[in-house]
């Protein structure tokens, strides 16, 4: 049924109004996994078993590399590319034809390619699954498609919208906070999605700290610490939170597939 979960949503329904599962980082599954705050695995399930888990909003980093878009986060290369995204929702959407699937995708470098854009175009029309609908479309004129949310720079992309990452309600608090503060950002972000809910909100429970300002033992700590503690929380509160129908696009690190489920199936209440 996750993988297929949408199958059951209304077409008239606006995809701000869904609780939707999502991965941040979703290809990051190289590059350390201690309790380090430079590690850089995210998550430990491919792009193919998020899919059939349900997660329908991915994070995808890419530096350009002779013509190639590559996956990486941070420095470290993620043993793949961009076509191998691609391919992979091209395969899952064309037996899942109700699903959609949300894709930010990011310039993963400090030193910006002025040629991405172009080679990103390339690479995506290479591959019909790219929509020219954003977030504040209908589910039924997406289905079977992907949206793109543009995280780089270009005012040429065809396809989907900019992503704006500072908008009142993205909620991506990942460094210089500790453990309370960043669960009480997402909570408020929980609340904005519920008092509005047709507008689509981005709440990251993932984070990652390595601050020496910060003098206490959590400023060293990695993504998977942080996802241990947070999905934890994250868990409790949807056991404690039924009645909220609208939660927005919950963004996770080293996700479970029991926490999908419990996602999702807030859209049928």
Known sequence: MSDSWMSNLDNNRTIGSLSIPGTHNSCALYGGDSYFSNDKKCQDASLDDQLRDGIRFFDIRLCTNNGNLLLFHNDVYQEGDFSNVCKTCQHFLAVHKTEFLIIRVKEESDFKDPSFSKIFINHAEQHDIFTIHGMHSKVGDVRGKVILLQDFNGSDIPFGE????????????????????KWNAICENFDSAQSNPNIPHFNYISASTFDLSIFT???FLGPRVWADNMNTRLDEWLRNSSSRSHIGVIIMDFYKPETCVTIWKRNFR
Do not use: A, L
């Open 217 to 219: 033992f959590n400023r």
């Open 162 to 181: 900019f992503y704006i990452k500072y908008i009142p309600t993205t909620q991506d608090r990942f460094k210089y906070v500790n453990f309370e503060e």
